[in-house]
């Protein structure tokens, strides 16, 4: 709901999803949504309730959506420690849990986006971890130049640290880390929008 916002608002913002995934599958995940470079306008159109003719739901709505998502993940059979924070303030959004396993993980995930339930992570334990990005995106927000400057401003940024070291990974646009256990991927909306499949990457590991 959150991430739908942002697309609705199209101004300037960052969507951080960062992982600590362990051996045994398990790990802890955040998801932050971040407009505090554009708190003014997005202020504006919470209290104005809509943004080109697209509804924009409330504070309270917001909050009572948030809650939702707290009690809805964890009744989800492998997720503890549910948490969300939000500010009015500097409109930042954060989603916190732990996951016992990877089917759990996309659990959570695909109870927020529920039209298009599919498989986020998979992993070989040995060799490789995966990641299939999927995103509640209008793909018609392409199609309106007006927003393109916009969309190039916010950016998706991916975090992912491992308890064993990378030793490659395929999508061309990661950095790893001096320790070789974290990999760093970031692209601007707008690519996204062209092109989901920009986020998705598979990361391998040394025997």
Same mark, same amino acid.
């Given at each position: ?114 039209? &298009? @339930?599919?498989?986020?992570? %998979?992993? $070989? =334990?040995?060799?490789? +971890?995966?990641?299939?990005?999927? #995103?509640?995106?209008? !793909? ?30 395929? &999508? @061309?646009?990661?950095?790893? %880390?001096? $320790? =070789?256990?974290?990999? +760093?991927?970031?692209?601007?909306? #707008?690519?996204?929008? !062209? ?13």
């Amino acid at each position: 709901m959150i991430i739908a916002l942002c697309f609705s608002l199209t101004s300037c913002f960052e969507i951080t999803e960062r992982i600590k995934h362990n051996s045994d599958e398990s790990g802890d995940y955040s998801l932050i949504v971040d407009f505090s470079k554009s708190w003014f306008r997005t202020r504006s159109a919470i209290w104005l309730e809509e943004v080109d003719g697209v509804s924009i739901p409330s504070e309270e709505d917001i909050k009572n959506k948030l809650a939702n998502f707290r009690t809805q993940a964890s009744k989800i059979e492998g997720i503890s420690s549910v948490t969300t924070k939000y500010d009015f303030k500097t409109y930042i959004f954060t989603f916190k849990f732990k996951y016992s396993n990877l089917k759990a993980l996309n659990a959570v995930l695909n109870s927020m986006n529920k039209e &298009n @339930p599919i498989t986020h992570f %998979s992993e $070989s =334990k040995e060799s490789y +971890f995966q990641r299939f990005a999927s #995103y509640p995106i209008p !793909k018609n927000l392409v199609k309106n130049d007006d927003k393109k400057e916009d969309l190039e401003d916010a950016h998706i940024t991916t975090i992912y640290t491992f308890d064993k070291e990378v030793s490659q990974f395929t &999508n @061309p646009n990661c950095k790893l %880390s001096k $320790s =070789k256990q974290t990999v +760093f991927l970031k692209q601007n909306i #707008y690519s996204v929008l !062209k092109n989901n499949t920009l986020m998705n990457n598979t990361i391998y590991f040394n025997p």
